[in-house]
């Protein structure tokens, strides 16, 4: 992915930090990942504890960073990328329990966290990232994972793929097979997908025939689809196969272990 930090700051800077009329005047799909406020409906209904410290692995131009630092004490944003974290200070230079970190996943050895949030962040050697995310997880903390479903309908229709996507089976077996680590994992599928959600079902509400007929089922289609996909996902509830034609998965694996 293009590192769009620059011409993004650039951009807020003229606009004095008026995200709405920036992306009004300014309607790239890029600009609405990073800035959109759309974004922060993924994690928004959580219930995270607010004395709680959390650890956001990748800065993604701060998209998520303000909604962590609202909702816990104390949010640690790790990145490589200086000019992301750059911006991502700049956005959220009034709050004041953020701290940024130059670094990768592989190489930090600071402190444990409640929280370790990877929300498309996730990158392979997957099963190493996610031993790696767990270790750094305090007795009982919680891994927050979101990326694509390899199998998403959306990328069947002919939406360009994420370089990293896992199914769900795929996935739960990475969260829940590795003995050292026990715990478990709840599933979430947000739609259109995660990146710009806007309804999030979960395994005990999904989605029935009709529900998804006629909704915005992704903002990346291709100008031609290979098939009519509010007529697919009919088929796939009806059929109850939704969990695995979701286009993205939202995971939240709780750790058991004791201190």
Same mark, same amino acid.
């Given at each position: 992915m293009n590192d769009l930090s620059p011409e993004i700051r650039n951009l807020y800077v003229k606009y004095q930090g008026d995200i709405k009329t920036l992306l009004k005047e300014n309607p790239g799909l890029d600009y609405m990942y990073a800035l959109s406020d759309i974004r922060e409906n993924l994690l928004e209904w @959580? /219930?995270?504890? /607010?004395?709680?410290?959390? &650890?956001?692995?990748?800065?993604? %131009?701060?998209?998520?960073?303000? &909604?962590?630092? #609202?909702?816990?004490?104390?949010?640690? !944003?790790?990145?490589?990328?200086? +000019?992301? &974290?750059?911006? +991502? #200070?700049?956005?959220?230079?009034?709050?004041? +329990?953020?701290? %940024?970190?130059?670094?990768? &996943?592989?190489? %930090?050895?600071? /402190? #444990? @966290?409640?929280?370790? !949030?990877? !929300?498309?962040?996730?990158?392979e050697p997957y099963e190493e990232q996610i031993r790696e995310a767990k270790a750094l997880l305090k007795p009982k903390g919680t891994l927050i994972l979101s990326l694509s479903n390899r199998l998403g309908l959306k990328y069947q229709a002919g939406a360009i793929a994420n370089q990293s996507r896992l199914s769900r089976q795929e996935l739960l077996e990475l969260l829940c097979g590795n003995e050292e680590f026990d715990g478990t994992a709840e599933f979430y599928y947000p739609m259109p997908d995660y990146k710009l959600p806007v309804t999030i079902y979960s395994d005990s509400y999904l989605p029935s025939k009709g529900d998804l007929t006629h909704a915005i089922l992704a903002y990346d289609y291709p100008k031609y689809l290979r098939f009519d996909l509010g007529k697919m996902f009919d088929e796939v509830c009806e059929g109850k196969e939704f969990q695995t034609f979701a286009n993205s998965f939202l995971t939240i694996w709780s750790r058991h272990e004791e201190d």
């Open positions: @959580f /219930e995270f504890d /607010e004395s709680a410290s959390l &650890l956001q692995i990748g800065s993604d %131009y701060g998209a998520l960073t303000g &909604l962590y630092s #609202r909702k816990v004490k104390q949010v640690t !944003v790790l990145d490589s990328n200086h +000019n992301n &974290l750059s911006f +991502n #200070r700049l956005r959220h230079q009034k709050r004041d +329990n953020i701290s %940024y970190v130059i670094g990768n &996943l592989d190489t %930090y050895t600071g /402190e #444990r @966290f409640d929280y370790v !949030v990877m !929300v498309g962040t996730l990158k």
